[in-house]
């Protein structure tokens, strides 16, 4: 690691800390120390968390505006966070849950305005159920990711549920899809990994990014299976790290700067998490419940059903690459697992 990379993990290490931010990262502890990454808000411009607050309206660049919903939470931080861009004729990314105080929040926001595009990064639903009454109320098109399809039957599809089967896009936007706006262009990129029909959107005149739950500055992504699938969320890291924006905008929590350099440290970071999970199976732990248990000490107990879903991504990733073996032939839960 770099000199300039130890600064910026200690910069980053300076912010505050919420509560329910303690609660989501605890699981995160032991691999922020092997790998020095950090998972709080490392944004010197918007260190300030009661900007992170329910319906607060917070300038973040010239074209750039958020309102956070009211949905904190281990999973969501301080709440989803939607993104106005524009002056005049606008476009929102993200309208979040569907709630009536977000959605008054938004509306009071662009009130002088015209709100022309509603954006979608992904279909959990903490992201896209508000569209359809934000387009009614405004009476613009959703435009965005393709709608969920459920992988049925899979013993580990609970966290599944988490779609809103009820997003129905009215322009869906394919990878490289433009969406043009009043003086900003948002360029679709598909980034499947945490989702698979996560997409990520570039505003190209300000080098930025609105990363969805892709990328996240204040805790790792989860990458739940069957939807979740951890070699294609590394391949998607991988591409962002290689495009030229500067800046991230996620879903949850303030924005990441150094933005190539932190996708980076984040693909880092699982390949260490990746090593330690292939340590333990090497040593004879053979289950799920085993590595997390002596993985993730101290786990707060909301979280340990994610955690074993972070486990069983990689299993199925280093599964795929012929790294692990598993008693059922393919990575499930409640597989034994050995070192080929
Ligand atoms: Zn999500």
Not at 254 to 268: E, F
Request: hydrophobic share 40%; net charge negative; proline share 6%.
């Amino acid at each position: 690691m770099s000199a300039a990379d130890e600064l910026e993990i200690r910069r980053t290490l300076s912010g505050p800390m919420c509560a329910s931010a303690r609660a989501a990262i605890a699981c995160m502890t032991l691999w922020r120390r092997r790998a020095s990454l950090c998972a709080m808000p490392n944004d010197p411009l918007d260190h300030d968390r009661t900007k992170l607050e329910p319906g607060a309206v917070t300038r973040l660049s010239p074209l750039v505006r958020r309102v956070v919903a009211s949905n904190p939470g281990p999973f969501t931080f301080t709440g989803t966070c939607a993104y106005i861009v524009g002056e005049g004729d606008v476009a929102i990314i993200d309208p979040g849950p569907d709630d009536e105080a977000h959605r008054a929040a938004l509306l009071d926001a662009v009130k002088a305005e015209r709100v022309t595009h509603i954006l979608v990064t992904h279909t959990h639903k903490d992201h896209s159920p508000g569209a359809r009454a934000l387009s009614r109320a405004t009476g613009a098109p959703i435009w965005g990711c393709a709608a969920h399809v459920p992988v049925e039957d899979h013993p580990s599809g609970r966290l599944d549920a988490s779609h809103d089967t009820d997003y129905a896009p009215d322009v869906e936007m394919a990878d490289g899809s433009a969406l043009q706006g009043a003086g900003f262009t948002l360029t679709a990129v598909h980034t499947p990994g945490h989702a698979s029909n996560h997409l990520c959107f570039a505003l190209a005149q300000e080098r930025a990014l609105f990363s969805g739950d892709h990328v996240m500055a204040w805790s790792t992504t989860v990458v739940a299976p069957p939807d979740g699938d951890m070699a294609a969320y590394m391949a998607s890291l991988e591409r962002l790290a290689a495009r030229e924006e500067e800046i991230y905008y996620p879903g949850h929590g303030a924005p990441a700067l150094s933005a190539r350099r932190y996708a980076r440290g984040l693909a880092t970071h699982r390949r260490q998490r990746e090593n330690a999970i292939l340590a333990r199976i090497r040593d004879g732990d053979a289950d799920i419940a085993t590595i997390v248990a002596r993985i993730y000490v101290g786990l707060d107990s909301r979280l340990v059903r994610a955690a074993s879903l972070s486990v069983l991504a990689h299993l199925q990733d280093m599964t795929g690459r012929g790294l692990v073996r598993s008693s059922d032939g393919a990575a499930t839960m409640d597989a034994r697992y050995s070192a080929t």
